[in-house]
T-cell receptor
Framework: DVKVTQSSRYLVKRTGEKVFLECVQD?????MFWYRQDPGLGLRLIYF???????EKGDIPEGYSVSREKKERFSLILESASTNQTSMYLC????????????FGSGTRLTVV | SQQGEEDPQALSIQEGENATMNCSYK?????LQWYRQNSGRGLVHLIL?????REKHSGRLRVTLDTSKKSSSLLITASRAADTASYFC?????????????FGSGTQLTVLP
């Protein structure tokens, strides 16, 4: 069964820590995405990548960076975690632009204290 | 930015009833997709409807698309308690360099047994 795997379901980090959220997909998809989801705000796109070593900013990239060294892995990095980054983080992948469904991971609920 | 907006924000019905959710969007699209999210989990793709299609069925799901009104509806027939979830529409834009879907804020559906 094809899937997107996020390394942690729950994560608690301290303010100022550098945080890595890992996402791996086994479908050979070109496109990968990081969203955060907050009550009342829906899904907001942080970063996305449509090829290895390529990245593009989404709607809310501030405070985040990403890395895509291999096609199957897309990492989200919080350079210095802050309490306002407490959220549900969702990774997704898709085969190609247009007419392609996204496959999502199960999400990482990050709490920054 | 959020393009798709679902209506209503919340819907509560009895098991066996039909549930209808609506989605409006602003720009021209390649396709529109519906996703489902169980509490605390990732999103799961339900159905995709292309811009040249007007209606599509999948099991108990029926999706309509009216590109002239820039709106779509998702109908779940004979609902079950297990259908309780949040439902999101997502639009794939026709123009621009964007390669990502834009998600709405979702409709929370509660099916009472």
């Amino acid at each position: 069964d094809v899937k997107v795997t996020q390394s942690s379901r729950y994560l608690v980090k301290r303010t100022g820590e550098k945080v890595f959220l890992e996402c791996v997909q086994d479908m050979d998809h070109e496109n990968m995405f990081w969203y955060r989801q907050d009550p009342g705000l829906g899904l907001r796109l942080i970063y996305f990548s449509y090829d290895v070593k390529m990245k593009e900013k989404g709607d809310i990239p501030e405070g985040y960076s990403v890395s895509r060294e291999k096609k199957e892995r897309f990492s989200l990095i919080l350079e210095s975690a802050s309490t306002n980054q407490t959220s549900m983080y969702l990774c997704a992948s898709s085969a190609r632009r247009g007419q392609a469904a996204y496959t999502f991971g199960s999400g990482t609920r990050l709490t920054v204290v | 930015s959020q393009q798709g907006e679902e209506d209503p924000q919340a819907l509560s019905i009895q098991e066996g009833e039909n549930a209808t959710m609506n989605c409006s969007y602003k720009t021209s699209i390649n396709n529109l997709q519906w996703y489902r999210q169980n509490s605390g989990r990732g999103l799961v793709h339900l159905i995709l409807i292309r811009s040249n299609e007007r209606e599509k069925h999948s099991g108990r799901l029926r999706v309509t698309l009216d590109t002239s009104k820039k709106s779509s509806s998702l109908l779940i027939t004979a609902s079950r308690a297990a259908d309780t979830a949040s439902y999101f529409c997502a639009t794939d834009p026709l123009t621009g360099s964007a390669r990502q879907l834009t998600f709405g804020s979702g409709t929370q559906l509660t099916v009472l047994p």
